[in-house]
Structures are given as C-alpha cells and as structure tokens.
C-alpha cells in the first residue's frame, strides 16, 4: 500500500475536490492524509479527524509574526503595552527597575519610530479618501503569503509523515508538498517520493491576486515555476486551464480531473425543497443560484434580471454563503422584487442534490473580471446537469464548450454575463419551452451527466496518474 499525503491551506471541511479526491485515493488501495489548517484560525492546537478511511491532520498558522507586523505598521497600539511594563516593573522594587530601565532603549526607539509613521499613516489616508493605502494592500499579501501560508507550508511538511508521494493542492499548499519531499529525500524528478501539483485555478490571475501589482504577480509566477520543475504532473479542472498552465509553465505532464460530482438518480417525482424553504406558490418558475455569495458571482446581475420583462412570475433564490449574504438579505427586502428573491443559508454538500434538483433552471452568470472566471467551470455547472437541471451560464469558453456543444446539447442556454436583459433572456428561453420539451432537456442533461460529467468518469484519470508514478494501487474488494 502506497501513502500519499495531501497539503491544502483550508480547514478541509467543506472542500468538495479535496475530499472526493482523498476518499477515492482510499478506494483505490492508498492510504491518505491531509495536511491542512484549523477551522479557527487562531487555534494553536494540532486537530485530527477521521473521514471516509483517511485522515485530516490540521496544522496551526503561525501566529508569533503577526504582532510584529502589526506593531510596525501601527506602532501606538504597542502604547500601553509599553505603559504597563514601566508601572509594572517600577513596583517590584530594585530588580524591576532594572528591567525597566533595560527596556527604555526599547520605548525610545518605538517613540521614534512612532513619530515618523502616525504622520505618514495620516497622510496617506487623507490622501486615499477611501481607496486602498498606497501599497498596504501589497504589503498584507506580501507579508501574509511570506509568513502565514508559507509559513504554515513549512510547519505542515514538519509533522507530515513519511509517503510514496505529496500532492499540493493549488499554489497555496504547492510549498508544503515540495517542503516534505525534500524533506523525506527527493532527489530528483522521477525519484521517490513522487509529487504532484492540483493547481485549482491560475492561481497569479484569482481574485485579489489578480489585482496586486505587476512586479508582484510576476515574482509569485516566478516562484511557481520553480516548484513546477519539480513535480512529476500537474492535475487540474479543465482543459482551458491545462493548456493555459502548460504554456507558462511547461510541466512534465498534465491531467485534466473535472470538478464534476458522482452520478445521482433523480427521484420520481423531483424533489420541491426550494419551494417549501422559500415559501414559493406552486407552479412559479424557479431559477437557482447556489454556493458563495462573493464579488463577480453575477449575484446582482442575476437579480437585476428578475426586474426584466418577461421575469414577473420568476422567483429567484440563493442558496449558500459568503461576503455578500447581508447585500442579498437587503435586495430580498426591497418592494421592488415583490417577495421574488430568497436568501437560504447552505446546506451541506452531501444534502446538496435534492435542492438542486428542486430548481427549473441554474444560474452561474459569472463575470469576466479576471481569467481565472473566464476560463473557469463551476462546480455548480455539473452540480445543475447532475441533477437533471438545464443551466444558464456565461458565454465563455469551457462554459459554452458545455451547454451548447455536448453531444446531449444544448443542456441549457449561455448569456452576456454583464447585461441583466441578457440573463434574462437566457433563463427565459429555457423556462418558456413547452413541457414536454422542458422534460427532453431535463433527460439531456441527466444523460449528459451520467456519460460524461461525473466523478466516477473523472478520478480513473487521477487513479492511473497514481499507478504511472507509484506503480500501485489496487481497488479494494
């Protein structure tokens, strides 16, 4: 039996790719285990947890850099620290005057530098009025990557045990991985153990990282691929993203394992969980957006499309988490959508079917704010064809590659992302077909799934990855 160990920088509880991944590992004949973080971030506490025949071992960040980082970007908060240790120490008598007289260097040079920085923290934010400190946003990624991730990285390959292999999961967990092969005697490509990058998205073109500074990006990109020469394969989500991760990078090999969840048996007649939870009359059209509530999701474009014409029997409803649950809570409230948005808070991703399958139409109408989005395929995507529901999804790339150009399709209809009458013309084109072709679509999509997107179809790629490198790995009777 071989042993992987796996680094993720989440607390792995709700990271459906990590855990399916993991546990079919395990089926294969592997033992597993996955290095990631506490649920609570300030817990310095090791945590272990059984699941589905492996392990998750969470590591603690490092917490000791912080308060440094913190006095001196803002160092008078260190003012009644330094207050306390002068009283405190002129109370002990001779030995504490001692210590207080050992520290005044110490207060002198925090004065000094106190001195200089509040004017300059001033300036700066007059300055900005409102947007972002003049390289403070840098600086907290620079710092957080350098000490906090890294850091955790580090510490992560340290109480990691020995394995045939180390996989990393994105550029997040990547250091770790490449840390415990060195550390457990890699030598070489080829060599044991084995290593293996699961880059999730492009990670130098996500979210916030996308948004820092050229020179920034470039030594992040410059870094990745350092640790990309070292590793036997890179997995990844679509083939958009292989192929755009093999030209910047070059890596040995890739392999494309689609976020796609296992095949599911729709019930007779299909579930009606959204409409009970929401308090939906019978018979009004649903159109579902499901998991987080963040930035450039298309959440507002999407509830812009319920105030189009054509919309006015659409009830829409949100069914997750995130950033932007209050923003969604304050639009359900408004008279202007008249009790046709509903806010649901998420349920857990084994729950997850049945309310989809609750849905007439999925709604991903992600916005082309960065690459990553552009190129990406959303777990909802295959959630939606899973459950037998038609999507409405971004005119991109992979998305458009699956909606319309299946063998099955189309499984639904694609959108300007940015133009709520565009959106709604979508979801309109899907909820306006007659039943009995609504019905045909519904059957396109389950038939789609059942062929092609679902993880029993996708892990064989991840499973004879394995057995090329390792040269095991037997499914257990």
């Known amino acids: 039996m071989s042993r992987i160990v796996m680094f993720v920088f ?3 509880t709700t990271d459906a790719r990590v855990l399916r991944e993991a546990a079919s590992l395990v089926e294969a004949g592997h033992e ?15 945590e272990r947890e059984r699941r589905d025949g492996f392990e998750i071992v969470r590591i603690p960040l490092p917490q000791g850099w912080k308060r440094w980082y913190v006095l001196g970007r803002y160092p008078w ?19 504490g005057w ?6 005044t260097p110490i207060a002198l040079a925090w004065i000094g530098w106190m001195l200089l920085r509040a004017p300059l923290y001033l300036a700066f934010k007059a300055l900005r009025r409102g947007r972002v400190q003049p390289g403070g946003d840098t600086l907290d990624w620079l710092t957080r990557w350098q000490y906090s991730i890294v850091g955790w990285a580090r510490a992560a390959a340290l ?11 994105d550029l997040s967990g990547l250091p770790g991985a490449v840390a415990a092969a060195t550390r457990h005697g890699r030598t070489g490509p080829g060599s044991r153990p084995a290593l293996v990058y699961d880059s999730h998205e492009i990670y130098v073109e996500s979210g916030r990282i996308a948004k820092l500074p050229g020179w920034v990006r470039g030594l992040l990109a410059r870094q990745e691929q350092r640790w990309v020469d070292q590793v036997d394969a890179l997995v990844t989500v679509n083939q958009s993203l292989a192929e755009d991760l093999g030209r910047r990078y070059h890596p040995r090999r890739v392999v494309v394992v689609r976020n796609c969840p296992a095949r599911w048996e729709s019930p007779e007649p299909r579930p009606d969980l959204l409409r009970r939870a929401a308090g939906i009359p019978d018979g009004a059209p649903i159109a579902l957006y499901h998991g987080g509530f963040s930035a450039h999701r298309g959440i507002e474009e999407l509830a812009e499309a319920l105030l189009e014409p054509g919309m006015e029997r659409v009830h829409a409803v949100f069914l997750g988490y995130g950033s932007e649950r209050q923003s969604l809570d304050r ?15 998420a349920v857990a991703p084994h729950e997850l079917p049945p309310w989809v399958a609750s849905a007439d139409v999925g709604v ?7 690459l990553n989005h552009y190129l990406s395929t959303p777990n909802k995507l295959f959630e939606c064809l899973a459950a037998g529901v038609p999507v409405v999804a971004s005119d991109f790339p992979e998305m458009h590659r699956i909606v319309l150009d299946d063998p099955d399709g189309p499984l639904g209809a694609v959108c300007d992302p940015a133009d709520p009458a565009s959106v709604a013309r979508a979801i309109r084109a899907v909820l306006d ?14 038939h789609a799934a059942h062929e092609r997107y679902n993880w029993e179809t996708e892990v064989s790629r991840l499973v004879g990855l394995y057995r090329d490198l390792l040269g095991t790995g037997v499914p257990r009777a």
């Open 32 to 46: 597993v285990t996955v290095m990631a973080r506490p649920r609570d971030v300030a817990s310095t506490a090791v």
């Open 364 to 370: 991903m109408p992600i916005q082309h704010s960065t």
């Open 98 to 103: 001692a210590e207080a007289v050992a520290i």
């Open 77 to 95: 908060r260190a003012r009644g620290w330094i207050r306390f240790r002068f009283v405190y120490d002129a109370k002990r008598g001779p030995k």
């Open 331 to 345: 639009r359900a409230a408004d008279p202007r959508y008249t009790g046709r948005l509903h806010v649901l808070d």
């Open 10 to 12: 989440n607390d792995c």
């Open 159 to 169: 109480a990691a045990p020995e394995a045939d292999a180390y996989h990393g999961h």
């Open 433 to 446: 077909l007659p039943p009995g072709a609504m019905a045909d679509l519904r059957r396109r999509c389950l």
